[in-house]
């Protein structure tokens, strides 16, 4: 993972202690430190406190420099009751995700004062956050060894870098969606317009030659990535061939996608390809989402949406998996079958356990190129961007992974907590049968990372949105 720049702003008043200030800024960076997934950019260098403070100047210098470093987000921890103006000035002109917080303060000394007061400021800076028009994050006044603020905190940086990821995005389209598929379509140019989403589209012709370039090559790099399919999925020494131009497939797409800067990838997976190539693009599409480049299938724009933002809201630790909602387990009625044809990533098979090479079970033509088996339980996320009418909204729902009956293909069963909600929000819409997966409950980070991209809603299933808040303020665990 790329480490996420979190700009750190500390705030004081002067009519409360300098000491106590620095002391609490000293505190809150030292605790910051032991996440090796940030970079700490202070203001230790904008004046002899490394605090921010009542000065219009100090505001413009400390905004220059944050938005010279390029940072993701910015932290404005209140270290007493802090200086409402300027904090607002440096987070408007930054524009990027803001978290406010400060150390609960103590009790009045015995002569009568406070030393730091930080929840009163606390109340002002929301105020003039709101009046500058920028959204922030707030976490409870609590101290820095507090559950509630570790918890809040790491939740910020998740729904920072979902923010990150969203505005970055790049997708390489590789041909149109398939005929029968209208329920993938989307719309390029106002996915554009209103979130910058851009689309660079390639035909399945370009991806054809460029495979065949490279498995005539025989290539070091194609020798590679055989080895790496044959280690990691069961295959028989019939596949060899098969294998081969899998592996050739997966180099092109990623030479397309890393010569255009996309940080994702929809194609249209049949029937074109079978017919060109012979093969089904399954695990290719499982082996990159595997390296950090997520897949959709049938061209599912909205699908590789949903899986950028999945992964980044693990802070790109888990990879995701696009799967079909399928069918109801017959035993249990909040359990779900989620599968295709083979594209979940074979990192996510149980330790011990591999998937086996195979030819697509489905169509006529049974083109090789799948890799089928099940893939581990446990606590998951399941996410889909999507919208019509101009209108865009992020559904999120907390499942548990559990074992069930065969089923060809990569597969999961989940057990949900109220399917029929569940399947009623999913049909009524803007949504589809696909939804990414990702193994962490990620539904908090990513209601509030909707905070931070104008025309997205969230439309969160379980927790709710009041249960989201809730565990937001520590009420709840």
Not at 406 to 411: A, L, P, Q
Request: proline share 6%; with cysteine.
């Amino acid at each position: 993972m790329e480490k996420l720049k979190i700009g750190y702003a500390p705030t004081r008043r002067f009519t409360f202690s300098a000491e106590d200030a620095r002391r609490y800024k000293d505190l809150i960076y030292k605790f910051m430190q032991q996440y090796d997934s940030i970079e700490i950019v202070d203001i230790d260098d904008i004046n002899d406190e490394g605090l921010l403070y009542d000065s219009t100047a100090m505001a413009n210098q400390v905004s220059k420099k944050f938005i010279a470093n390029n940072v993701d987000a910015v932290f404005v921890p209140h270290c007493n009751f802090g200086t409402e103006d300027t904090v607002a000035k440096v987070c408007k002109a930054v524009g990027k995700p803001v978290l406010l917080w400060g150390p609960r303060d103590e009790d009045p000394l015995e002569n009568g004062f406070r030393l730091r007061d930080t929840q009163c400021g606390l109340f002002a800076t929301g105020k003039v956050l709101r009046r500058f028009n920028v959204p922030f994050t707030y976490i409870p006044n609590t101290s820095v060894d507090d559950p509630v603020f570790i918890r809040g905190f790491e939740n910020f940086l998740r729904a920072a870098n979902v923010v990150k990821a969203f505005n970055k995005i790049r997708i390489l389209q590789i041909g149109p969606r398939p005929s029968g598929f209208w329920s993938v379509i989307c719309n390029e140019g106002e996915l554009i317009e209103k979130f910058g989403i851009q689309i660079y589209p390639i035909s399945v012709v370009e991806l054809q030659l460029k495979t065949e370039e490279i498995e005539k090559s025989d290539s070091a790099e194609l020798k590679e990535a055989v080895a790496a399919i044959e280690k990691t999925v069961k295959c028989k020494p019939e596949d060899a061939e098969s294998v081969k131009r899998v592996a050739a497939l997966k180099l092109a797409m990623r030479y397309y996608a890393d010569r255009e800067l996309c940080t994702a990838v929809a194609i249209q997976c049949w029937d074109a390809m079978q017919k060109s190539m012979h093969i089904m693009p399954c695990l290719a599409n499982a082996l990159l989402t595997d390296e950090g480049l997520p897949v959709s299938c049938e061209t599912d724009i909205c699908g590789a949406i949903s899986e950028i933002m999945a992964y980044a809201a693990t802070l790109e630790q888990t990879p995701p998996f696009l799967a079909d909602l399928t069918v109801r387990q017959t035993t249990n009625d909040n359990v779900e079958l989620l599968t295709h044809c083979g594209n979940f990533p074979p990192s996510l098979v149980p330790s011990g356990c591999q998937t086996c090479f195979n030819k697509h079970f489905l169509f006529d033509d049974h083109c090789p190129g799948t890799h089928e088996g099940e893939i581990k339980g446990g606590e998951l996320t399941m996410v889909r961007f999507d919208g019509d009418h101009g209108d865009y909204q992020l559904f999120m729902g907390k499942c548990r992974g559990v074992h069930g009956k065969f089923s060809r293909g990569t597969y999961l069963y989940v057990e949900v907590n109220d399917w029929p909600l569940w399947e009623t929000k999913l049909v009524e819409g803007p949504y589809i049968h696909h939804c990414a997966g990702v193994h962490q409950n990620i539904v908090p980070a990513l209601y509030e990372a909707c905070k931070y991209i104008p025309g997205l809603t969230p439309d969160p299933v379980d927790p709710t949105e009041e249960e989201i808040k809730a565990w937001m303020r520590g009420s709840i665990n």
